[in-house]
């Protein structure tokens, strides 16, 4: 059975940091490309950053260069770093493993709630 963990999030004011972890369980961790999704209020879930199985990364544009993706395979975990951090980043965190406009995962973490707020 697949378990997706979120831990992390909390609130932050404008400019502050925070990391997130997910903690995979259930699947060979190792073997899957790993994302970190977000879902704002009255939004719909959206891709954030990606980390393959060769660590190469890709980010939306929206965060690129303030948020950074990791992935400990000896710990099944995968990492969201992020900096510099706007309002608009307030939402709940979600890792799974993106497959195309898909998941590989039909069930979800109970996420991470980020709110930036001053």
């Known amino acids: 059975q697949v378990q997706l963990v979120e831990s992390g999030g909390g609130l932050v004011q404008p400019g502050g940091s925070l990391r997130l972890s997910c903690a995979g369980s259930?699947?060979?961790?190792?073997?899957?490309?790993m994302g970190w999704y977000r879902q704002a209020p009255g939004k719909q879930r959206e891709l954030v950053a990606t980390i393959l199985t060769d660590y190469k990364t890709n980010y939306a544009d929206s965060v690129k260069g303030r948020f950074t993706i990791s992935r400990d395979n000896a710990k099944n975990t995968v990492s969201l770093q992020m900096n510099n951090l706007k309002p608009e980043d307030t939402a709940v965190y979600f890792c799974?493993?993106?497959?195309?406009?898909?998941?590989?995962?039909?069930?979800w973490g109970q996420g991470t709630q980020v709110t930036v707020s001053s």
């Open positions: 799974n493993a993106p497959r195309g406009t898909i998941t590989y995962f039909t069930s």
């Open positions: 259930g699947f060979i961790f190792r073997f899957y490309t």
